[in-house]
């Protein structure tokens, strides 16, 4: 089982950007990738997934235009660049690898290793 970490969280103000970091503790070269966060008091929600080869990617609605995900197979880590960031995307930030599917998923079940997350919150 992979181990994953995150990192990058932190209090930011709106409109502004943060690049949350996942670290894996061996090679994610055949996983798919997920990110998801949790608000407080709400259930877990998909924010976007790559693909083993980084070659697709899907963002969830709530958050296209302004997060990109991405991926450095040389530092197996994954990458989420979050701009123009609002109140309403505060949450625990969580990666999570898939190795039963190489074009990622937007299902939470389907992920097998998670990180312990961080924390982002946006506020003036």
């Known amino acids: 089982q992979v181990h994953l970490a995150e990192s990058g969280g932190g209090l930011v103000q709106p409109g502004g950007s943060l690049r949350l970091s996942c670290a894996a503790s061996?090679?994610?070269?055949?996983?798919?990738m997920g990110w998801f966060r949790q608000a407080a008091g709400k259930e877990l929600e998909f924010v976007g997934t790559?693909?083993?080869?980084?070659?697709?990617?899907v963002i969830a609605d709530a958050v296209k235009g302004r997060f990109t995900i991405s991926r450095d197979s040389a530092k197996d880590t994954v990458y989420l660049q979050m701009n123009i960031l609002r109140p309403d995307d505060t949450a625990v930030y969580y990666c999570?690898?898939?190795?039963?599917?190489?074009?990622?998923?937007?299902?939470?079940?389907?992920?097998?290793?998670w990180g312990q997350g961080t924390q982002v919150t946006v506020s003036s």
């Open positions: 999570a690898a898939d190795p039963g599917n190489p074009y990622g998923s937007s299902q939470s079940v389907a992920y097998r290793s």
């Open positions: 061996c090679t994610l070269s055949t996983y798919s």
């Open positions: 790559i693909s083993w080869n980084g070659g697709r990617t």
